[in-house]
């Protein structure tokens, strides 16, 4: 890894959620997921990924073993946590008349930064959320933005934290071409740089085959592979598990991306 060594690998065993009588996930082992790394968690709708996101975050009713490097975080309390682990949830943040610049530093003290008011807050918010392009908005009212605004301000929230790890449940689901390609960068570069494990459900394969460093493909509650996207993302896998045909073709620069012939 590239960047400082932070708190290590996130590991998971015995992850077992039920919701009522069903069995969604059924003890599943995962990891090590690298720290420093992004890994992608794929799969199609309903097969778990979320389920497992959030058991990873410690919301879900579960007696699974969750590590990172030396630390049990399955034994540690809600709020002790919360500082290792941030999760993103898919539903956009809601849209409270708060200004955008007050909710990142609102989200910042509820991190390991926590304790009132510091010099650097407003400089270290303003920072992130320039870096996701949206400085301009800092002081405008989160009821009055959209979707995709409000899941970019989602993210600075999420990163001014400064987690151990990252927990991004379809984080680009509402961004344009041009964020979704610059929000994977900056999730990466900060990743690397602050030795963070990152999991990020997607659900655009191109994406995972290109930015990803590290890919689960989940069907039905179960690992179907984990690696290399390139070694997870495969013809046979996509047939399995997608229902379509498909291939895995390079473009002239040799980067990765899926065509599609049909369903089947
Ligand atoms: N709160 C809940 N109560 C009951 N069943 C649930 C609940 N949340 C999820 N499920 C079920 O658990 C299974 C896995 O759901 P999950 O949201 O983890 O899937 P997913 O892979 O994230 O799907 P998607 O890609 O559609 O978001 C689904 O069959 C879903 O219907």
Not at 35 to 54: D, E, F, I, Y
Not at 97 to 120: C, F, K, M, Y
Not at 180 to 189: A, E
Not at 197 to 218: E, F, G, K, P
Request: charged share 20%.
């Amino acid at each position: 890894m590239t960047g400082p060594d932070r708190a290590g690998d996130l590991c998971a065993r015995n992850v077992t959620v039920r919701y009522g009588r069903r069995t969604v996930l059924q003890d599943l082992s995962l990891g090590p997921l690298p720290a420093g790394r992004v890994s992608a968690l794929l799969g199609p709708n309903g097969s778990g990924k979320s389920t497992l996101l959030r058991a990873l975050a410690g919301l879900e009713r579960t007696d699974a073993q969750v590590r990172l490097g030396a630390t049990d975080l399955s034994r540690l309390r809600p709020a002790a946590r919360a500082r290792h682990c941030v999760y993103l949830p898919q539903a956009l943040p809601p849209p409270v008349h708060l200004q955008v610049l007050e909710s990142v530093i609102a989200a910042r003290r509820a991190g390991p930064h926590a304790g009132g008011w510091q010099d650097d807050e407003v400089t270290e918010s303003l920072e992130i959320l320039a870096r996701l392009g949206v400085d301009q908005l800092a002081l405008r009212y989160m009821d009055a933005l959209s979707g995709g605004q409000r899941q970019l301000v989602g993210l600075a929230q999420a990163l001014v934290r400064r987690p151990d790890v990252l927990l991004l449940d379809e984080p680009l689901s509402a961004l344009d071409l041009h964020h979704q390609f610059s929000v994977m960068d900056m999730v990466r570069q900060e990743t690397r740089t602050r030795g963070m494990v990152t999991v990020v459900v997607l659900h655009d394969l191109n994406i995972a085959l290109q930015q990803a460093d590290y890919a689960v493909m989940l069907s039905d509650g179960k690992i179907q592979g984990a690696g290399p996207p390139i070694q997870v993302v495969t013809a046979p896998v996509l047939r399995q598990v997608y229902g379509v045909r498909a291939r895995i073709e390079h473009c002239s620069r040799g980067r990765p991306h899926v065509v599609v012939d049909g369903v089947e």
